[in-house]
T-cell receptor
């Protein structure tokens, strides 16, 4: 079973920031928080990942709480092309089954004009 | 980012035939690749982990004799669905793992068994 909890759906206005929450209260010390998204009928796309510090790249920012039990993915200026299912996944960065990506149901983000 | 390709992108086959799907890491070497299956309106389900030069590890409930996996090189893994039936119709997605344990996904293969 997935070790994260996400809201099933969210709406966001085009041009506004989209803030997607994720709860991972049972995260282990060696587990990273990964975010992927899947646009309809395509393979998942990597967005960002982090361990405990906040991270930012060209796609998004990841804010992880100090106790690491939750995080928020921020898309600073959402566009219609950001409409997708967003998956928050915790996993260890090494081989073996603990390194597997286990997908939950994710959050379906709908960006509206 | 790293690029992973899959071929074919979609395939239609008759019940009882076998279908091979290829997964390639185009600009990096991947000792480990993964195969997922996704049914409509559901999330991705991990089927098996493919390690170069060794036997694949299958998830519980996945028949290894039906879903044959070969990972003969550091850039290619293949999934063969043997004796396909309509219930095997699904979206099959592979991913390849870099040396830094990052996973990149292919675009998926839509299999329809008639």
């Amino acid at each position: 079973d997935a070790k994260t909890t996400q809201p099933p759906s969210m709406d966001c206005a085009e041009g506004r920031a989209a803030n997607l929450p994720c709860n991972h209260s049972t995260i282990s010390g060696n587990e990273y928080v990964y975010w992927y998204r899947q646009i309809h009928s395509q393979g998942p796309q990597y967005i960002i990942h982090g361990l405990k510090n906040n991270e930012t790249n060209e796609m998004a920012s990841l804010i992880i709480t100090e106790d690491r039990k939750s995080s928020t993915l921020i898309l600073p200026h959402a566009t219609l092309r950001d409409t997708a299912v967003y998956y928050c996944i915790v996993r260890a960065n090494y081989g073996g089954s603990q390194g597997n990506l286990i997908f939950g149901k994710g959050t379906k983000l709908s960006v509206k004009p | 980012g790293a690029v992973v390709s899959q071929h074919p992108s979609r395939v239609i086959c008759k019940s009882g035939t076998s279908v091979k799907i290829e997964c390639r890491s185009l600009d990096f070497q991947a000792t480990t690749m993964f195969w997922y299956r996704q049914f409509p309106k559901q999330s991705l389900m991990l089927m098996a982990t493919s390690n170069e030069g060794s036997k694949a590890t299958y998830e519980q409930g996945v028949e290894k004799d039906k879903f044959l996996i070969n990972h003969a090189s550091l850039t290619l893994s293949t999934l063969t669905v043997t004796s396909a039936h309509p219930e095997d119709s699904s979206f099959y997605i592979c991913s390849a793992q870099t040396s830094r344990y990052e996973q990149y996904f292919g675009p998926g293969t839509r299999l329809t068994v008639t």
